[in-house]
């Protein structure tokens, strides 16, 4: 595996900082100079400098003050510590809103926003992309070749929509260039049904709450329409960035689970992806367990956007995070396990938001490095302090990456063309928490997965999971075809394989152009009700050595074999003894489909079964106990496993040879104690 490089030869350790807002302390120059002290003694070498400083660098038109932010820098400099420099579009000053309102977005319901809050101008308006233009141009003119500043950070978690009548326009004309013509839109949008049929490209409107909400293929195209704005918007901020600066990385801040953004997309337009991760750790409604797959499969999903290049974990809390429904505390040892997660899974960076907690404003209660106490005796600083030294420990990782035999589908405009679906049930379709549960044994196992779009490579992969698969793009049937005609297996499941990008139905029977891949045609699909159960149990002799009963809920797809083998059957109702699992031989592959949506100890043993037929490699071969799991970056000959122990409980386990500890220094043979949210990294 190759070794990348993401800072262009000024970086080659593991980077450790916060968002640093130091324009909120302007008035207090004791606290300024305390700031760089405290992050040198909390192992700091990096902060994310002026995202939101907009008022501060402009406090009115054309007066800029860089004053304050030249001796910040210097002062960084000076201490050794790197500076991702932002661009502050992501909120803007009162005297822009106020002399140039078409900067403020128009809702849904078309109303029109007012002066506040952030995230939140026209993505179109010439006036805001002029504005932040001038500005960036500055910064880069006045910073870009300083020593400090490694990497541009861009605004930040670009997000939202805006309907103002810019954005209508500029909708418009985008349709117009996919379409060509009107007829050609409303076959593609089926818009003769309810006598939706567009006469004239004027009439045709975002979707809003007292206008279109029906029409499906309209939602998904005005869902490409903003994510392609924001992305073009982003490129206009960067002109002169490119221009001034072309060898500075550029990343922005991506989101946990956000749907509001193609990030597939997003992600060819930077050089570096980076995002911010704030689980809830040891919450009422998951186990830790359950929420560390959830977040390693985020943290995967991330990596893969760039093909394996390491991200940067750009925010995270080193304590609690004030806007989630119940702000609790990390519990001892959840610090260094979940920051090391991320590491595991391919992060160069540990980063926080914030360095230093605000006396006002809306995140005044949300963790910092320093608190309100102003100094370092902290149990936080403390944590952050020592995890600063495991990552110095940790800086021969810097660059190296992951290798996966396996692949999970997670495609976001599968994603919205899911929620946007009116049935077969409201609630419960649950598109991202199936792909997490199907991920989820992959990593239970100590197995690299990574989790793709539909238009990625297959052919790098043993085994393409894609569950609920529901928008067939063009071209993904035949990729997956030949993928399994050479050898490899794809298992999909009930939902697949139903309409094309503008969700149009397939005709001629389910799963559409898959259907000779699985050898079956799926004619009706059940929704059960939350307390409605069936059962599926494998068949005697079913080629996986699997037997046993299995609870099914929510989804029951009542299939035809054309051609595949049935390896289970429903339990119960009209359709007790039709096929629930059915493998196809296709090729030199193998295509399974897995037709209800099964208890999640359905989906362990039988990837556990694939796992065993494909001989998929396990990071580390030997037995973990529950919650404890594995995972491998490489570069070269070298690799580096992590062991992490996601229980609040003191785990042993038996190493199968002597490594070198990266974290105690020193070679560990025999029996390793994993203690409560525990962590290792082992050199082999
Ligand atoms: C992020 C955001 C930060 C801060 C943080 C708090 O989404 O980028 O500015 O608000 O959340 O958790």
């Given at each position: ?20 807002n ?6 207090r120059?004791d606290?300024l100079?305390?700031d760089i ?10 902060m ?6 907009w008022?501060a ?5 054309g ?21 991702m ?10 005297w ?10 128009v809702?849904t ?11 939140n ?22 910073y ?12 930040n978690?670009y ?8 954005c209508?326009a ?5 349709l117009?260039d ?5 007829e050609t ?12 049929t ?7 409107e ?19 329409f ?8 982003y490129k ?6 490119r ?6 990385p ?6 946990y ?5 193609d990030?597939s997309?997003?992600a ?10 704030y689980?809830?750790?040891?919450s ?6 359950e929420?560390?797959?959830d977040?390693?499969?985020?943290h ?10 390491p991200?940067l ?18 519990r001892?040892g959840?610090?260094r396990?979940?920051?090391l997660?991320?590491v ?6 540990v980063?926080?938001?914030q ?13 910092s ?7 370092e ?28 035999e ?8 599968n994603r919205w063309?899911i ?7 409201q ?10 549960q ?17 238009s990625?490579?297959f ?18 049937s035949e ?7 050479n ?6 499941t ?11 139905c ?8 898959l ?15 939350d307390a409605?159960?069936?059962?599926v ?11 046993g ?17 049935s390896?289970?059957e ?13 493998v ?5 592959g193998?295509?399974?489909?897995i ?9 362990r ?15 580390i ?20 496993i992590f ?19 990266l ?14 949210y ?7």
């Amino acid at each position: 595996m190759q070794k990348y490089d993401l800072f262009n030869g000024k970086v080659n350790n593991m980077l450790h900082g916060a968002d640093y807002n130091p324009d909120q302390w302007l008035h207090r120059p004791d606290i300024l100079e305390k700031d760089i002290k405290l992050m040198k003694k909390a192992n700091c070498n990096v902060m994310s400098l002026g995202i939101f400083a907009w008022s501060a660098l402009e406090p009115e038109e054309g007066n800029f003050q860089f004053e304050w932010l030249d001796q910040i820098i210097e002062n960084l400099y000076q201490n050794g510590i790197n500076i991702m420099l932002a661009t502050p579009s992501g909120a803007r000053p009162d005297w822009l809103a106020a002399k140039y309102p078409e900067v403020l977005r128009v809702n849904t319901d078309r109303t029109k926003d007012l002066f506040g809050e952030r995230h939140n101008h026209c993505y179109t308006s010439p006036a805001y992309r002029e504005k932040i233009k001038i500005i960036n141009r500055k910064l880069a003119e006045r910073y870009g070749d300083h020593p400090a500043v490694i990497m541009w950070h861009i605004s930040n978690e670009y997000g939202g929509e805006c309907h103002c009548d810019l954005c209508q326009a500029d909708f418009r004309s985008w349709l117009k260039d996919k379409y060509g013509d009107l007829e050609t839109l409303n076959q593609a949008w089926w818009s003769n049904f309810w006598s939706h049929t567009y006469s004239d490209w004027d009439n045709i409107e975002s979707p809003a709450p007292q206008g279109m909400q029906s029409n499906h293929g309209l939602a998904l195209d005005w869902k490409r329409f903003v994510s392609e704005q924001t992305i073009d918007f982003y490129k206009s901020e960067i002109e002169p960035l490119r221009e001034i600066t072309p060898e500075l990385p550029i990343t922005t801040n991506f989101m946990y689970r956000f749907d509001g953004l193609d990030y597939s997309k997003f992600a060819k337009e930077v050089d570096v992806v980076s995002w911010d991760s704030y689980p809830s750790w040891h919450s009422d409604q998951e186990s830790d367990i359950e929420r560390a797959a959830d977040v390693a499969f985020m943290h995967d999903y991330f990596r893969s956007l760039k093909d394996g290049k390491p991200f940067l974990l750009m925010e995270s809390t080193p304590s609690k995070t004030n806007w989630q429904p119940v702000a609790k505390l990390k519990r001892p040892g959840m610090h260094r396990l979940s920051s090391l997660q991320a590491v595991a899974h391919g992060s160069d960076s540990v980063q926080y938001f914030q360095w230093r907690k605000s006396r006002g404003g809306f995140e005044k209660f949300h963790g910092s490095v320093v608190d309100h106490v102003g100094h370092e005796d902290t149990r936080v600083f403390n944590d952050v302090k020592a995890l600063g030294s495991d990552l110095q420990k940790l800086e021969e990782l810097t660059g190296t990456s992951v290798e996966a035999e396996v692949a999970v589908i997670f495609d976001t405009e599968n994603r919205w063309a899911i929620n946007e679906a009116s049935g077969p049930r409201q609630k419960k379709k649950n598109y991202v928490e199936t792909c997490v549960q199907h991920y989820q044994t992959f990593w239970e196992e100590g197995i690299s997965a990574d989790v793709i779009d539909q238009s990625k490579d297959f052919s790098k992969y043993k085994i393409v999971v894609a569950p609920m698969l529901y928008m067939l793009k063009d071209g993904t049937s035949e990729r997956l075809k030949n993928f399994v005609k050479n050898g490899g297996t794809v298992v999909s499941t009930y939902w697949s394989g139903i309409v094309n990008e503008t969700d149009l139905c397939f005709e001629g029977g389910f799963p559409g152009q898959l259907k000779d891949l699985f050898g079956i045609w799926a004619e009706e699909l059940d929704v059960l009700y939350d307390a409605d159960q069936n059962t599926v149990s494998f068949k005697n002799k079913n080629g996986l050595k699997l037997s046993g009963q299995y609870k099914a809920e929510i989804f029951c797809d009542l299939i035809h074999l054309d051609g595949a083998e049935s390896l289970a059957e429903y339990g119960s109702d009209f359709y007790a003894s039709r096929s629930a699992l059915t493998v196809n031989n296709f090729g030199h592959g193998r295509a399974f489909y897995i037709a209800s949506r099964n208890e999640q100890k359905f989906k362990r043993d039988f990837y556990q079964a694939l796992i065993e037929e494909l001989d998929l490699n396990r990071v580390i071969e030997i037995e973990f106990p529950s919650g404890v799991t594995a995972q491998k970056r490489s570069a070269g000959e070298k690799d580096y496993i992590f062991l992490m122990n996601f229980n609040n409980q003191v785990v042993e386990i038996k190493l199968n040879k002597k490594y070198y500890s990266l974290l105690k220094e020193k070679d560990i043979t025999g029996k390793l104690r994993l203690e409560n949210y525990g962590v290792e990294v082992l050199k082999s």
